[in-house]
């Protein structure tokens, strides 16, 4: 056999091969190259009309506080004698709260007022006497003017009134000094009682009758004997990042929303803004804001110590072109559906105010225009072929 011809015709067989595999080839190229792509799917959303706020937002949790506060304790250490409320009893100014055995100052209380009704009784008898002495000297003045009174008579006159107009001035003294005296008292037996310096409700009672109360000594915090705060008048305080706080002003409108109160928001009005930085090790430096709660419902009942959030409105502009915060990419631009609603082509923006949820949009889109929200496909980019879709 002729190798030579075997070898040639392997060759043919083969170039034969490599010619088909270049056409099958060259026909797919051909076939993606003009074959319409899938539409990727999207979500877009128009451009609206909207209110949108420049807001400022807490870094950390903020509290509920009272704007009265006190955590009371007695000036000196006895044994509870009496209770007179118990925790969750609403007070009013002045009442009495609690009492140490104190029947002995009661007792030099009850004696010094005693002493001051003397001093009174013997006030007004020495002054009595007084009064008839004066009128004694005035009748034997005129008695020696008509020479029927010696003038020793006139001078024993003179000066036993001069000595009883003494002993009146010395009783009124005396009574100043017993009033005093049971000032003291009382003071002596009102550092045994504990009253109630503003109106509020009783948050806790620490101890019972029969126990021993301690006063705190200087640098030692020990329990307080009442916990007492006022119920009417609450504030939210929160800390905002020191950035952020040269644009905050007392007066300016706020919104706060609880853990507690989930799906309600409430209205407030920015009330102290405090005066230095806080620098704590760890944390941004933050400052803290005070914002007071306008009238909440009567349903809601707010207690101190919930945790709270706050946005407080820098600036606001109502009816501005706005789409959501989220439709941005980089670079102030957004992704728009093409007018015959087939392809997504790329739009430069000029913005005004924004926040997490709307941004102002101050030209660049037009009223009605969609705008691509599905930013997480990969594949949505200028120039795509797209199908809007309407979420679930």
Known sequence: M????????????????????????????????????KA?????????QQKVESLVSNTRSGTVKACQRSKLSLALGGQVNRLHVEQGDHVAKGTLLLELWNEDLTAVLAQAKAQVKMAQIR??????????????LHRISELQQKNLA??????????SADIMALSCQQSKAQVIQANANVDVQQARLAQTQLVA??????????????????????????PPAIDLINDQCLYISAPIDEVDASRIQVGMMARASLDAFREQSFSGVVKRIAPYVQDNEKQ???VDVDVELSALPESVKLLVGYSADMEIIIQAEDNVLSIPTDALIE???VLVLSKDGETLEKAELELGLSNWDWTQVVSGLTLGQKVLTSLDNPAAIAGAKVKVIVPL
């Not at 170039?15 to 099958?24: E, N, S």
């Not at 999207?42 to 451009?47: D, F, K, R, S």
């Not at 010696?150 to 000066?159: C, I, P, W």
């Open 331 to 333: 670079g102030n631009q």
């Open 40 to 48: 990727i799917e999207i979500t877009v959303v128009e451009v609206s």
């Open 197 to 222: 310096p503003f109106a509020g409700i009783i948050a806790d009672v620490h101890g019972e009758i029969g126990e021993y109360a301690t006063p705190s000594p200087p640098g030692v915090a020990t």
């Open 284 to 286: 941004a430096r933050t």
């Open 123 to 136: 006030q007004k008898s020495a002054c009595h006497q007084a009064a008839a002495d004066e009128r004694e």
């Open 2 to 37: 002729n190798l030579s011809w075997i070898y040639t015709l392997h060759r043919e067989i083969l170039v034969k091969k490599l010619v088909l595999v270049l056409a099958v080839i060259i026909g797919l190229v051909v076939i993606v190259k003009v074959w319409p792509a």
């Open 150 to 159: 010696s003038s020793e008579q006139l001078d024993r006159s003179q000066t």
